[in-house]
């Protein structure tokens, strides 16, 4: 199969992808899958390729800033042979034609090691913080993937960046449809290092890996001298395999390989091949959080077009409508909630050993976030990295939209301030930003047959989103825009909820401005500031906006210390000597998006 393998300057920065005949694509940082967004010197659309036989014809384009080379010389309109390579930046592309070949049966091993879950989960990392930082790009691969081959691209990678000693990584399937057959197959494969031979993966372990359902090792030679001679390829002396496990990946495996010769510190045998435990129980664990994920997927598919997005209030009340027609997009007035989990990074260095029982309380934070869009009849519009995002007023008219956003993010809140108060919580350990903002939106149903999620589009979820953001630069656990503000003080009684006004900003990368204000509880709530002290806060507010930055300080000594709201207007004072700067408008430029 003719491949183009793409290597950046880290070992991160990679990509194999196959090539088809006569179709031409494009080559740059910003070209779906064929991006290369890791190099700034590459434009985003650089040059054109197109396989021809195998001959791979490459023209470089208009568009593109920086030169293209080939051994050494600079060349616009080029043909490559397999084998060869060329370079833009500090990326090399080459272009291989090599073969995945699994053989009827293969060699039996000298020795083979079967890993259960218990065992592997006595094994501690000793470079824990490079798995974890492998590991903390499982959500962009996930997310970013957007179809199945490009998945099997991204986890291959992530593998042969996460485990340092291995030659070769593939992700295989094994046809189930009949008993006899037993077709093995290679999904994605990539390799290390380019030695232009064939990959032969071994099909008896990939066999044996499934029929046990657990991690399996093969090892052919002890990479010793005087040891046993036989080695399954130049490139292979050891290889373990473990499954994919549930419906969503029945009869894939994950299939890794390297040799023991020439890598620092591998001195195992066959007698004792624990020194790629650890190896082991990382790929395991990127298997089971893979099928966790695609079941996820799968199972949201299988569900009703409502049953995955709606509240059951919701649900009941559309029960007589044509789901085609209520999921139709169109315009509405929205509420849009943004709700983002902190703490991720700490806590996950701490529980290093226990990566599984991370993701649990993570999906437990999560699971706060989406219990309260529901409770409150929202709608679960989506899932950014660690954030979920719901909204109001859509697909039914919801004229306490605001009131119902405003109650879900004070319920989240207070969910999690108590469990930071109570020791051994699984969610003490996190915290959260919230931000609401309502308007003008279209809502409704976007995808295709197979794949179909309901969300919302428009200014005022980017403004959502902002908020949530600016939460960090803020210190306050839930910001809300102008038009959110003003229907709280109309709507919900102090007994429920109550605002302040924080300031005005200028988000960064914008011209305009946008007031902020603070959702808070009841008065009377443990910590909470009175009503008098908002009062104060929002008379420093005018006269620091007036620029009265003498008078706006008295008034903020008047707030609690414990408010970490206010340190946002005196830290700014302090950074300006008190004065404002020359055609102080009353508005803060803020450096970050948070």
């Given at each position: 199969?003719?491949?183009?393998?793409?290597?950046?300057?880290?070992?991160?920065?990679?990509?194999?992808?196959?090539?088809?005949?006569?179709?031409?694509?494009?080559?740059?940082?910003?070209?779906?899958?064929?991006?290369?967004?890791?190099?700034?010197?590459?434009?985003?659309?650089?040059?054109?390729?197109?396989?021809?036989?195998?001959?791979?014809?490459?023209?470089?384009?208009?568009?593109?800033?920086?030169?293209?080379?080939?051994?050494?010389?600079?060349?616009?309109?080029?043909?490559?042979?397999?084998?060869?390579?060329?370079?833009?930046?500090?990326?090399?592309?080459?272009?291989?034609?090599?073969?995945?070949?699994?053989?009827?049966?293969?060699?039996?091993?000298?020795?083979?090691?079967?890993?259960?879950?218990?065992?592997?989960?006595?094994?501690?990392?000793?470079?824990?913080?490079?798995?974890?930082?492998?590991?903390?790009?499982?959500?962009?691969?996930?997310?970013?993937?957007?179809?199945?081959?490009?998945?099997?691209?991204?986890?291959?990678?992530?593998?042969?960046?996460?485990?340092?000693?291995?030659?070769?990584?593939?992700?295989?399937?094994?046809?189930?449809?009949?008993?006899?057959?037993?077709?093995?197959?290679?999904?994605?494969?990539?390799?290390?290092?380019?030695?232009?031979?064939?990959?032969?993966?071994?099909?008896?372990?990939?066999?044996?890996?499934?029929?046990?359902?657990?991690?399996?090792?093969?090892?052919?030679?002890?990479?010793?001298?005087?040891?046993?001679?036989?080695?399954?390829?130049?490139?292979?002396?050891?290889?373990?395999?473990?499954?994919?496990?549930?419906?969503?990946?029945?009869?894939?495996?994950?299939?890794?390989?390297?040799?023991?010769?020439?890598?620092?510190?591998?001195?195992?045998?066959?007698?004792?091949?624990?020194?790629?435990?650890?190896?082991?129980?990382?790929?395991?664990?990127?298997?089971?959080?893979?099928?966790?994920?695609?079941?996820?997927?799968?199972?949201?598919?299988?569900?009703?077009?409502?049953?995955?997005?709606f509240a059951p209030a919701v649900l009941g009340a559309m029960q007589s409508a044509d789901p085609e027609l209520v999921l139709m997009p169109r315009e509405a007035d929205v509420c849009v909630m943004f709700c983002d989990l902190r703490g991720f990074t700490r806590t996950a260095q701490r529980n290093a050993d226990d990566l599984l029982?991370?993701?649990?309380?993570?999906?437990?934070?999560?699971?706060?976030?989406?219990?309260?869009?529901?409770?409150?009849?929202?709608?679960?519009?989506?899932?950014?990295?660690?954030?979920?995002?719901?909204?109001?007023?859509?697909?039914?008219?919801?004229?306490?939209?605001?009131?119902?956003?405003?109650?879900?993010?004070?319920?989240?809140?207070?969910?999690?301030e108590v469990a930071s108060h109570t020791p051994g919580h699984p969610l003490a350990d996190f915290r959260m930003g919230i931000g609401l903002a309502s308007g003008r939106a279209v809502a409704g149903r976007i995808g295709t047959v197979d794949q179909v999620k309901v969300t919302v589009f428009g200014p005022v979820v980017n403004l959502?989103?902002?908020?949530?953001?600016?939460?960090?630069?803020?210190?306050?656990?839930?910001?809300?825009?102008?038009?959110?503000?003003?229907?709280?003080?109309?709507?919900?009684?102090?007994?429920?909820?109550?605002?302040?006004?924080?300031?005005?900003?200028?988000?960064?990368?914008?011209?305009?401005?946008?007031?902020?204000?603070?959702?808070?509880?009841?008065?009377?709530?443990?910590?909470?500031?009175?009503?008098?002290?908002?009062?104060?806060?929002?008379?420093?507010?005018?006269?620091?906006?007036?620029?009265?930055?003498?008078?706006?300080?008295?008034?903020?000594?008047?707030?609690?210390?414990?408010?970490?709201?206010?340190?946002?207007?005196?830290?700014?004072?302090?950074?300006?000597?008190?004065?404002?700067?020359?055609?102080?408008?009353?508005?803060?430029?803020?450096?970050?998006?948070?």
């Amino acid at each position: 199969m003719p491949d183009l393998i793409a290597q950046g300057a880290k070992p991160q920065e990679r990509w194999r992808r196959a090539l088809h005949s006569g179709e031409a694509v494009v080559l740059g940082r910003d070209s779906g899958s064929w991006s290369v967004p890791w190099d700034e010197r590459i434009s985003r659309r650089h040059c054109e390729l197109k396989l021809s036989g195998e001959r791979l014809e490459v023209r470089r384009l208009d568009t593109a800033r920086n030169p293209i080379f080939v051994s050494g010389r600079e060349q616009a309109d080029f043909v490559v042979q397999p084998g060869d390579h060329f370079v833009i930046g500090e990326t090399t592309f080459t272009f291989v034609v090599e073969k995945a070949r699994v053989g009827r049966e293969g060699p039996a091993p000298l020795e083979e090691q079967t890993f259960s879950a218990q065992y592997l989960q006595r094994v501690r990392y000793r470079n824990a913080d490079q798995r974890l930082e492998v590991l903390s790009r499982m959500p962009e691969i996930i997310s970013g993937a957007t179809n199945d081959a490009e998945l099997f691209v991204r986890l291959v990678n992530l593998l042969l960046s996460g485990i340092p000693r291995a030659n070769v990584v593939a992700l295989t399937t094994v046809d189930q449809s009949t008993d006899t057959a037993q077709q093995v197959n290679v999904l994605h494969w990539d390799r290390r290092l380019h030695t232009g031979g064939d990959f032969q993966p071994s099909r008896r372990l990939i066999l044996e890996t499934l029929r046990r359902g657990q991690s399996v090792l093969h090892v052919w030679s002890t990479g010793t001298p005087g040891g046993a001679s036989f080695t399954l390829s130049e490139e292979s002396d050891w290889a373990f395999c473990t499954p994919l496990m549930g419906e969503a990946c029945r009869g894939w495996a994950l299939y890794v390989s390297g040799r023991y010769h020439g890598h620092a510190g591998m001195t195992a045998t066959p007698s004792d091949p624990t020194d790629l435990r650890e190896d082991v129980k990382f790929t395991e664990l990127v298997a089971a959080l893979v099928a966790a994920l695609r079941q996820t997927e799968q199972l949201r598919k299988r569900q009703a077009a409502l049953s995955g997005f709606f509240a059951p209030a919701v649900l009941g009340a559309m029960q007589s409508a044509d789901p085609e027609l209520v999921l139709m997009p169109r315009e509405a007035d929205v509420c849009v909630m943004f709700c983002d989990l902190r703490g991720f990074t700490r806590t996950a260095q701490r529980n290093a050993d226990d990566l599984l029982g991370l993701l649990e309380r993570v999906s437990r934070a999560l699971g706060v976030m989406t219990h309260q869009i529901l409770e409150q009849g929202g709608v679960l519009g989506d899932f950014h990295g660690d954030a979920a995002m719901g909204f109001w007023g859509w697909p039914l008219v919801q004229e306490d939209a605001v009131d119902r956003a405003c109650r879900a993010a004070l319920a989240v809140r207070k969910e999690f301030e108590v469990a930071s108060h109570t020791p051994g919580h699984p969610l003490a350990d996190f915290r959260m930003g919230i931000g609401l903002a309502s308007g003008r939106a279209v809502a409704g149903r976007i995808g295709t047959v197979d794949q179909v999620k309901v969300t919302v589009f428009g200014p005022v979820v980017n403004l959502a989103s902002r908020l949530e953001g600016m939460t960090k630069l803020v210190q306050a656990p839930i910001l809300i825009d102008q038009a959110t503000a003003a229907a709280v003080r109309k709507r919900i009684p102090a007994t429920t909820a109550r605002v302040r006004t924080v300031a005005r900003v200028r988000p960064y990368g914008t011209e305009g401005h946008v007031e902020i204000s603070e959702l808070l509880p009841p008065a009377g709530e443990p910590g909470q500031l009175s009503d008098d002290q908002i009062r104060q806060y929002e008379e420093a507010v005018e006269q620091f906006t007036s620029g009265q930055w003498s008078e706006a300080l008295e008034s903020l000594h008047a707030v609690p210390a414990r408010d970490r709201v206010k340190d946002f207007l005196t830290v700014f004072i302090a950074q300006h000597g008190r004065t404002p700067p020359a055609g102080w408008d009353g508005v803060i430029p803020l450096s970050s998006k948070g």
